[in-house]
Each structure stands twice: as C-alpha cells, then as structure tokens.
T-cell receptor, first 114, second 115 residues
Framework: AQSVTQPDIHITVSEGASLELRCNYS??????LFWYVQSPGQGLQLLLK??????LVQGIKGFEAEFKRSQSSFNLRKPSVHWSDAAEYFC????????????FGSGTRLSIRP | GAVVSQHPSRVICKSGTSVKIECRSL??????MFWYRQFPKQSLMLMAT?????????EQGVEKDKFLINHASLTLSTLTVTSAHPEDSSFYIC???????????FGPGTRLTVL
C-alpha cells in the first residue's frame, strides 16, 4: 500500500533563510507526487507536482522539489522564505496518472521567525 | 482555472441532527469526486470516492450509513452526515480530478461543528 511520511511535525526558520521540508513515500510503481500548502482555515493549494521527466520540479511561490527514486524522497525547498510562507505543508502521493486517489502525509507546520 | 465550490463553508448543528454538504464543480464535469476529512492539526484522510450514477466507495473504517454520499450529476456531489455527534466535528473537503490535468482540484472545505 502506498504511504507518505513527513518526519518533521513543526519547523521554524528565520525569514530570508532557506527551507527544506522532507517527504518520503512508499509506492510500488512510479509515483505521482504532490506538495500542497494550506493556510489556517483554508483549503489546499497545489505548489507543484511530479509525474515523470526532470526530477527537479519548479512550482509556484518560488518552491521547488526534487524527486530521488533511490531515496524514495520528494523534498520541498525554497531558497529564501517569506513571512507569508507560514502554513501547513502536505506531501501527497497519487495512485495513477489521473491523480484519482491521493494519500496525504501528516503535514509539516512551518513557522517563520521575524 | 478550475473552480470547485463547497456549501456551506461553515455549519454548526446540534447533536443528533443531519447536515448536508455540497461539492460543486463550476467549470468542468467530473464522474468522480473525493471526500476527505481533516481533524484539527491533522492531515486529510480520504473518506470515500463518489461516483456519478452509482454507489460511493468508502474507505476502511468509514461508516457508509453515517456518511451518505450522493453524486447525482457530473457537477454535484453531496455528503450528508447523519445523526451527527461532536466527534464528527471536522473540516470536510471535496476534490475532483480533471482529465488531462493530472491533479485534483480541491474545494475550500466545510467546517462542521456539532454541539
């Protein structure tokens, strides 16, 4: 069965500092991977997705993620965080190409230190 | 871009009553819709898959008689929480896959509070 692990429950970084949020997945076939962001009380916004091709994926808001099959990882990065990046971040794995069934990780809460 | 709406956005009800939540696609048709539940400070858990014109498929541990799903058209799915109890208080989110986009489009969510 597919699963997603986000080992960090809560991370605090200073504004302007770099960020890396970890994500590990378990899936038998080629995974379809996503990163979503959720602000308090809000719905989900897709940051980026990976299906195939270039393993470094660029997303919105300056985020990027790198797919590493050998490590079963899909870590999210940003070179310089802004106070508005404070939110909950979810890594997710999709079942097939139509993204029909998505399994979410437990989430990482990001706080920004002024 | 694709727009998915949910109604109501927030609802408070008394224990024992039933609450209906609508998920509507505003600009594309979806034969399948998904319902998720998110408890405070937790992740989204898939509850069920709503299929247009047929019975919904429920995830293990989700009571189908308590969470009634009706997908009556290609743009509307409803989730009815029957005989709601305080432990049903949660954030309910629907999502729709859109052919050719390789992603799901999420609704803004409905916050249910059962007193």
């Amino acid at each position: 069965a597919q699963s997603v692990t986000q080992p960090d429950i809560h991370i605090t970084v200073s504004e302007g500092a770099s960020l890396e949020l970890r994500c590990n997945y378990s899936y038998g076939a080629t995974p379809y991977l996503f990163w979503y962001v959720q602000s308090p009380g809000q719905g989900l916004q897709l940051l980026l997705k990976y299906f195939s091709g270039d393993t470094l994926v660029q997303g919105i808001k300056g985020f990027e993620a790198e797919f590493k099959r050998s490590q079963s990882s899909f870590n999210l990065r940003k070179p310089s965080v802004h106070w508005s990046d404070a939110a909950e971040y979810f890594c997710a794995v999709g079942e097939d190409s139509s993204a029909s069934k998505i399994i979410f990780g437990s989430g990482t809460r990001l706080s920004i230190r002024p | 871009g694709a727009v998915v709406s949910q109604h109501p956005s927030r609802v408070i009800c008394k224990s024992g009553t039933s609450v209906k939540i609508e998920c509507r696609s505003l600009d594309f048709q979806a034969t399948t819709m998904f319902w998720y539940r998110q408890f405070p400070k937790q992740s989204l858990m898939l509850m069920a898959t709503s299929n247009e014109g047929s019975k919904a498929t429920y995830e293990q541990g989700v009571e189908k008689d308590k969470f009634l799903i009706n997908h009556a058209s290609l743009t509307l799915s409803t989730l009815t929480v029957t005989s709601a109890h305080p432990e049903d208080s949660s954030f309910y989110i629907c999502s729709l896959p859109r052919q050719g986009y390789n992603e799901q489009f999420f609704g803004p969510g409905t916050r249910l509070t059962v007193l």
